[in-house]
Nanobody
């Protein structure tokens, strides 16, 4: 199983990025998908999740970030708009079989990507 995250980079505040997570080695349609992030010195935190057509977002990113998936490409996306310096972190994609009630918890995820760095300057 491999989750390959990409698309990170350095942008100025107010800018946008699109993160991608390309999946191989598992049945894409059987899983739900999440994005998490971890800033230096902080714990990994939930950002967004997709589950059977429903989406869930952390309050800190609601209205600015959008999670989506493309089944044919076996890819999960996270669109980041109106970026702020506090969004600076390593972003990780992850796969889980749990339903929405547990989808915010990192411990519920079975597989993780390697992370992609997002840096937002003021």
């Amino acid at each position: 199983v491999q989750l390959q995250a990409s698309g990170g980079g350095r942008v100025q505040a107010g800018g946008s990025l699109t993160l991608s997570c390309t999946v191989s080695g598992l049945t894409f349609t059987r899983y739900r998908w999440g994005w998490f992030r971890q800033a230096p010195g902080k714990e990994r935190e939930f950002v967004a999740a997709w589950s059977s057509g429903s989406t869930v977002y952390a309050d800190s990113v609601k209205g600015r970030f959008t999670i989506s998936r493309a089944t044919a490409e076996k890819t999960v996306y996270l669109q980041l708009n109106s970026l702020k310096p506090e969004d600076t972190a390593i972003y990780y994609c992850a796969a889980t079989t749990v339903v929405l009630s547990g989808i915010r918890s990192p411990s519920m995820y079975n597989y993780w990507g390697q992370g992609t760095q997002v840096t937002v300057s003021s």
